[in-house]
């Protein structure tokens, strides 16, 4: 098949969720043989020097990153605040994207072209006007829902309003689009439900997130135990959010109660004002680290303090592969078949959190066992060859 993939930001490097999903289903269909194309919206203008996993995949297919400018000044929010529509997603159209994109069509016959996710699908009437390709929208999150749980987590009134409305806007933007696709893939039973209450009446395909497994190799000779962690990117609400909660909440018990345990926090896109948590031997705010797996590996026990949001977490699911103990919310482990207490520790609160900790830096093989446990897990459900057929074979059933 000749499939082209729509992505709102470049995939390179694969530094967080997003970019890690689509490379993984890039590269799981180029080994079945498949003929992929990848055009992307260069919001960052990431202009990186690849490694050598970027390069071999770079190689294997036809590859367009188009410069876009999503900054929103004081001006432009202050005249969406008598729009109709949000300018989170509006930001994300190019007039000359669009160009681009319908050249492509008209120069190539895809049989299947897959938005990642909802800011790519300004360009669907576009698409079809110019494409007879079966058009599959990947669900990474329902937008508005995160909007909405995000302005839940409000104790200002003001913000609560703001995000509320933008929340509106965008599930109002959402149900106008759902249905003009063919086809809907989602990582998670809970956002297929949501789908089906939003009044979704085209085809919706659960898929796993898959990852390549032979990426994760946990070495326990440099763990340090116990240690706590936190790896994700802050430029994603919900993961500022959730860390900056657990940092607040756990920050005096972390230095001076008795959680005595070092926590690191990493990941691209930290703001400044995280360096005012950092406590000199005892919490480190690290930013961005040159190599994700082997910080996870260097650390024990994964903190995932999610409190909005939706969709799959990818960095859970790598952790998981790499053996980790992770305390998550709910929230943070949808979609994953996971058992409580045995291949992962659920604390959706203060208290919870607290228990979870205080059980797992007491006892490190109890740690090991979760951990041990977790990797079965994913090797049974979460293998990006498994989860590549499945993927190809809704393709074939739409085609």
């Known amino acids: 098949m000749k499939i082209l993939f729509l992505t709102h930001r ?6 967080g969720g997003y970019p890690i999903v689509v490379c993984n289903t890039i590269r799981g269909l ?14 960052k203008k990431n202009h990186h020097q690849h490694n050598d996993d970027d390069k071999d995949l770079l190689s294997r297919i036809k590859y367009r990153a188009f410069d876009i400018d999503i900054n929103v000044s004081v001006f432009d929010v202050a005249v969406n605040l008598f729009s109709k529509t949000s300018f ?10 669009e160009r681009l994109l319908i050249a492509e069509l008209k120069k190539t016959n895809y049989d ?10 300004l360009y669907m009437t576009a698409v079809r006007k110019n494409s007879k390709a079966k058009l599959i929208y990947r669900l990474h999150n329902v937008e508005s829902q995160i909007w909405h ?14 995000l509320k409305m933008h929340a509106k ?11 003009n696709f063919d086809a809907i893939a989602v990582f998670t039973a809970q956002d297929k439900s949501t789908l089906l209450e939003y009044g979704t009446k085209i085809p919706i395909q659960i898929l796993h997130l898959g990852i390549n497994l032979d990426h994760y190799k946990p070495d326990f000779s440099k763990t340090e135990f116990p240690s706590l962690f936190f790896l994700g990117s802050l430029d994603w609400l919900p993961n500022r959010e959730g860390i900056e909660w657990f940092l607040e909440n756990f920050k005096q018990e972390l230095t001076e109660g008795d959680l005595r345990v070092k926590f690191y926090v990493a990941g691209n896109d930290i703001p400044e004002r995280f360096d005012d948590f950092e406590v000199m031997g005892k919490i480190f705010i690290q930013g961005e680290v040159d190599d994700a797996l082997e910080f996870v590996n260097s650390k024990s026990i994964m903190i995932v303090p999610l409190l909005s949001g939706g969709g799959m977490r990818v960095k859970i699911v790598e952790g998981m592969a790499m053996q980790k103990c992770i305390i998550s919310t709910s929230l943070g482990a949808e979609g994953i078949n996971f058992k409580n207490g045995e291949d992962i520790l659920i604390a959706n609160d203060q208290d919870e959190f607290y228990e979870a900790i205080k059980r797992c830096i007491a006892d490190e093989e109890y740690c090991k ?7 079965k897990l994913i090797e049974a459900e979460h293998d990006v060859n498994k989860v590549t057929q499945k993927l190809i074979e809704f393709y074939q059933k739409m085609i």
């Open 10 to 15: 470049v995939p390179f490097p694969q530094n």
């Open 30 to 43: 180029v080994n079945l043989g498949h003929e992929v194309s990848l055009v992307a919206l260069n919001a």
């Open 88 to 97: 989170n997603i509006d930001r994300y159209y190019d007039v000359g994207f």
């Open 112 to 121: 299947i072209i897959q938005f990642e996710g909802l800011l790519v699908s």
């Open 149 to 162: 749980r995000l302005a839940q987590q409000k104790s200002d009134p003001f913000k609560k309003s703001y």
């Open 169 to 179: 806007r965008i599930k109002n933007y959402e149900l106008q689009q759902l249905n």
């Open 369 to 375: 066992s979760v951990g041990l446990n977790a990797r």
